[in-house]
């Protein structure tokens, strides 16, 4: 047991703060929101997402570029619409993510579509919509896109996706650019790959995709990858295929736990610097942020349900469960947990902060100092990216309700799920 003196602004996002003894996102108070919408509920913030797209714009300010805002991240459409207002193209993998794109009145020429396992009917959705680029991640797919263009009568826009074999020294399930990993093709066969791309009459090239994996907080992976894809990219201009443009990502990193990836207006301009160095300041630059994008602008509220101090364990049982955030079961991620009222000064336990869900994986976070009581609301911090969107109906529980803050407004920007909603599609026989 030990005394709190309560949680610090240094281990809070931009955009959350205490004020007068109280969470706040922006200019709203937390506790009034549980009051208000119930537990668990989602509670973003929209300057937070719009500050953190500034740093993209800062650093790629002055070149021709393309920000696609890879919504499998979080995918809700107020949130989309907040970042195509403000400027986002948006990165897909889905027939559905197109559909969302489109309900937030993208132009589809602004969309990149990604992903490894596009189907027919996806690539016919996006090819009579105008899709602006098709990363391609295998010779098959390739071919399949070739035949499905030519049948419409279309050429396909297409980038390559290359695996760059570049450890991006992040989580083995979100590292993507190894050559153990499923995505994006071998360095090796790209150049043939290009030039079998160039001779299909339903493909046109436009671009060389390349993204090494999510959370990646150090330079060096990035410049290791952007040398390794210019190399590429000399290769396959000198075959003769034009390169319009590099989609070159690895997802930025966000502070979970202390963890410091550069600023992303740093990292561009490392970027760009390699870049014009190697002779190639004068390409587009598309790029697909997730996480870093709406990751700090994110809490997920809950309720503390139950105190279960035990001789091994002491367990803290919350109403938000692994259903509505599943990164700790799923990758054994870390979120920092503050009360929304905090009891300064009380005394804290050590506590397993665990949900409902009927599994010993349900856990949000372990070995937690914090001083609660039955009834109190947590925030679980930095829950913008990969929680909603990842979200299931795990013994039978509605997915939460969603807010955005804008200032002093709070928008309801998702109701709670229903037991009705859950059992819409089900018969009985
Ligand atoms: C191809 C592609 N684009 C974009 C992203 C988004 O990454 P992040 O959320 O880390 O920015 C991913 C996820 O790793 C990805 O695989
Ligand atoms: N879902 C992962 C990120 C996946 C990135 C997509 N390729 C996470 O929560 O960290």
Redesign the pocket.
Known sequence: MTTLAGPTAATLPPFVSYQNQQLMVEGVPLAALAHEHGTPLFVYSRAAMLSALAAYQRGLAGREHLICY?M??NSSLAILQALVRAGCGLDIVSGGELERALAVGIDPSRVIFSGVGKTRAEMRQALQVGIGCFNVESRAELDVLDEVARDMGLRAPVSVRVNPNVDAQT?P??S?GLKGNK?GIAHEDVLSTYTHAAACKGLRVVGIDC?I???ITQTGPYVDAMDRVLDLVERIEAAGVHIEHIDFGG?LGIDYQGDTPPEADVLWQALLQRMDARGFGDRKICIEP??SLVGNAGVCLTEVLYLKPGEQKNFLIVDAAMNDL??PA??Q?FHRIVPVVPRNNATASTWDVVGPVCESGDWIGRDRELAVHPGDVLAVLSAG???M??ASNYNTRGRAAEVLVDGTQAHLIRARESLADQTRLERLL
């Open positions: 890879a499998k991240a989580h399930y979100i993507t995505f993204h994996g999510s959370q997802g997730g996480r599943p990164r799923m990758y991620a990216a990969y929680c969107s990842m």
